[in-house]
């Protein structure tokens, strides 16, 4: 058990296991090259530094769940899809986490 997990307790993925499952739009939000060390299965890469530019991917989807490999850049991702008028957003948090809900 990791240091956070044993402070804080297991994290409630619930709403994004739920998101996963309708399809959500999945987002690595990490550089190409980490993107292609491995990701979660289905998923496309936006960097953190293109999702600006890249808005128009994010429009009509139901759910868009964005994460990396530390939770920090998807934190911001999702500040930024916020901002420009996403409301849902999640934050996945690590790819790692994203992708054992996708294997459930």
Known sequence: M???SAIFGKTDN???SEAIKDGAFLVDVRTPDEFSAGSAKGAV???LDKVPMELPKFKGKKNIVVFCRSGNRSGQAKSILEQ???QNVINGGTWENVNQ????
């Open 14 to 16: 619930s709403q994004l």
């Open 101 to 104: 809900l996708i294997n459930e």
């Open 45 to 47: 890469n936006i960097p």
């Open 84 to 86: 420009s008028g996403f």
């Open 2 to 4: 990791g240091l956070f």
